[in-house]
């Protein structure tokens, strides 16, 4: 059975920081791409970032790019997501999710598997 935990998130003041993680089990994690994203109060889902199975190739969202890191330790079977310079629109629940697509995708149709949510709070 396929598992994706987070956590982590919290609630943090505007320009604070959180470190997300994402721990799997159940799949063999360096053959999987992985990505988060994010679903905020009243809005649809958006993907926020995706790293790639070994080559490290990283993509981000328009809205986070230079302020969020997403990374990956396959001996450890996690994926994490860096957030730095936080604003109170990146308020959110946060999920991690994996695809066994050989590319990067930030098409959230494509990943098979979906982990529960960890709640990020930035307050003004």
């Known amino acids: 059975q396929v598992r994706l935990v987070e956590s982590g998130g919290g609630l943090v003041q505007t320009g604070g920081s959180l470190r997300l993680s994402c721990a799997a089990s159940?799949?063999?994690?360096?053959?999987?791409?992985e990505g988060w994203f994010r679903r905020a109060p009243g809005k649809e889902r958006e993907f926020v970032a995706a790293?790639?199975?070994?080559?490290?190739?990283?993509t981000y969202a328009d809205s986070v790019k230079g302020r969020f890191t997403i990374s990956r330790d396959n001996a450890k079977n996690t994926v994490y997501l860096e957030m730095n310079s936080l604003k109170p629109e990146d308020t959110a629940v946060y999920y991690c999710?994996?695809?066994?697509?050989?590319?990067?995708?930030?098409?959230?149709?494509?990943?098979?598997?979906w982990g529960q949510g960890t709640q990020v709070t930035v307050s003004s």
């Open positions: 159940g799949l063999t994690f360096s053959s999987y791409l």
């Open positions: 999710a994996a695809s066994n697509l050989p590319w990067i995708t930030a098409t959230s149709s494509r990943y098979n598997y």
């Open positions: 790293i790639s199975r070994s080559d490290g190739s990283t």
